[in-house]
C-alpha cells in the first residue's frame, strides 16, 4: 500500500516517507550484493543494510508509538488502516532480514556473529536494537561475555535444583497428608463398624424385651381368669346353700 492511501497526521506522514525511502536502498542494496564478487566487500555491504534495518526498525517503532497516542482520537476505520500500515511495514522489514540471513550464511563468515533478528513471524519490531558484530569486539569484551553468559547458565542451574528440591519436599509432604488420611479413613471405617454393631444388638434387645412383655400379658391373662373362676364359684356356692 502507499502512503496516500492511508489518512495520516503529518508527523506518521513523515516517518512513513522515511521507511519507504529505507524500503528502496534495502532493494537496491540486495540487487548490488550479487554483483559484488568479493566475499570481503560483500561483508561491508552488508553490514551497511543492517545498519539501514536497524534504522527502519527505530521508525518503526516510533511510527507504532505514535499510531497508540493518537488510537483514542481517530475512528475506528482509520485505526485500522494504520494498524495495517503498521503490519505492512513489519512484513517488508521482515522480508528483508530473511534476505539478509541468507546471504549471511552464503558468505559463511564464521567471524561475525549475527545479533539483529526481527522475527519472520513477528508482529512488532523486535525489542533487541543491539547490532553488534563480533569482529569489532575486543579480546576483554568476548571474555566477559562469555563470563557472563556461564554466570547466567550456573544461576539457571541452581534456580533448577531448587525448584527439584521444593518439588521433592511438596511430594513427602503429599505422601505424608495421604498416609494419614488413610489412617483416619481405616478409623473410621473401624467406629462405623462398631455403631453398627451397637445398633444391631440394640435391635436384638428390643425384641427380647418385646417377648417378655407379651409372655407377661399371657401370664397376667391367666391370673385374672382363675381369680374370676374362683369367684365364680364362690357366687355359685352362695346361691346353692341359700
Keep these: 500500500p502507499m502512503a496516500s492511501d492511508v489518512p495520516m497526521t503529518p508527523e506518521l506522514e513523515q516517518i512513513d516517507g522515511e521507511i519507504q525511502d529505507i524500503f528502496r536502498a534495502l532493494q537496491n542494496g540486495f540487487q548490488k550484493m550479487d554483483k559484488i564478487k568479493d566475499s570481503n566487500r560483500q561483508a561491508k555491504q552488508l553490514e551497511d543494510l543492517?545498519?539501514?534495518m536497524k534504522e527502519c526498525k527505530r521508525l518503526i517503532k516510533e511510527f507504532d508509538r505514535i499510531l497508540k497516542d493518537e488510537e483514542s482520537k481517530n475512528p475506528?476505520?482509520?485505526?485500522?488502516?494504520?494498524?495495517?500500515?503498521k503490519q505492512y511495514m513489519i512484513k517488508e522489514l521482515n522480508s528483508y532480514v530473511t534476505l539478509r540471513k541468507t546471504y549471511q550464511s552464503s558468505l559463511g563468515n564464521n567471524k561475525r556473529v549475527e545479533l539483529f533478528d526481527m522475527g519472520a513471524t513477528s508482529s512488532e519490531p523486535a525489542a533487541d536494537d543491539n547490532i553488534q558484530m563480533a569482529s569489532a569486539m575486543t579480546n576483554q569484551q568476548l571474555i566477559d561475555s562469555g563470563r557472563n553468559q556461564m554466570d547466567q547458565t550456573d544461576e539457571a542451574i541452581a534456580r533448577?535444583?531448587?525448584?527439584?528440591?521444593?518439588?521433592?519436599e511438596v511430594g513427602s509432604q503429599t505422601a505424608t497428608t495421604?498416609?494419614?488420611?488413610?489412617?483416619?479413613?481405616?478409623?473410621?471405617?473401624?467406629?462405623?463398624?462398631s455403631v453398627h454393631f451397637s445398633l444391631k444388638k440394640a435391635?436384638?434387645?428390643v425384641k427380647e424385651i418385646g417377648r417378655q412383655v407379651a409372655t407377661d400379658k399371657c401370664i397376667m391373662g391367666l391370673l385374672a381368669l382363675i381369680v374370676f373362676g374362683v369367684i365364680a364359684i364362690i357366687i355359685v356356692k352362695d346361691v346353692l346353700e341359700t
Excluded: F, W, Y
Excluded at 76 to 85: A, H, M, T
Excluded at 160 to 168: D, F, L, N, Y
Excluded at 180 to 189: D, N
Design 50 to 52: 543492517t545498519g539501514k
Design 160 to 168: 533448577s535444583k531448587m525448584v527439584v528440591a521444593q518439588t521433592v
Design 203 to 205: 435391635s436384638q434387645l
Design 76 to 85: 475506528p476505520e482509520v485505526n485500522k488502516q494504520l494498524n495495517d500500515r
Design 178 to 193: 495421604l498416609t494419614q488420611q488413610t489412617e483416619q479413613m481405616k478409623r473410621i471405617g473401624n467406629e462405623l463398624d
